[in-house]
């Protein structure tokens, strides 16, 4: 069984920075694509970042200059940098690992709330 434990949710001013972690544990093989998603209240859930097992990143075009993806993949964990942040940034943040193992598949973390206040 993968799991998929994310941290470094908060609340932050408007300008502010915080970064996200998300740790695969389990029977791990490899990692494949890895990612971020967000979901605000009333809004369908939309992607933020990911990054392939060669490190090509792509971004949505509302976070890009300001957020980055990188990966430990020693530590099966990816990561996201989210600096300048504003208000439009809070939402429920969702990690994304697509996962080789014993039960191969894309996984889910538990999301966690990030709140950026004005």
């Known amino acids: 069984q993968v799991q998929l434990v994310e941290s470094g949710g908060g609340l932050v001013q408007a300008g502010g920075s915080l970064r996200l972690s998300c740790a695969a544990s389990?029977?791990?093989?490899?990692?494949?694509?890895m990612g971020w998603y967000r979901q605000a209240p009333g809004k369908q859930r939309e992607l933020v970042a990911g990054i392939t097992s060669g490190g090509s990143t792509n971004y949505a075009d509302s976070v890009k200059g300001r957020f980055t993806i990188f990966r430990d993949n020693t530590k099966n964990t990816v990561y996201l940098q989210m600096n300048s942040l504003k208000p439009e940034d809070t939402a429920v943040y969702y990690c994304?690992?697509?996962?080789?193992?014993?039960?191969?598949?894309?996984?889910w973390g538990q999301g966690t709330q990030v709140t950026v206040s004005s």
């Open positions: 389990g029977n791990i093989l490899r990692i494949n694509a």
């Open positions: 994304n690992q697509d996962v080789v193992s014993g039960v191969s598949g894309t996984y």
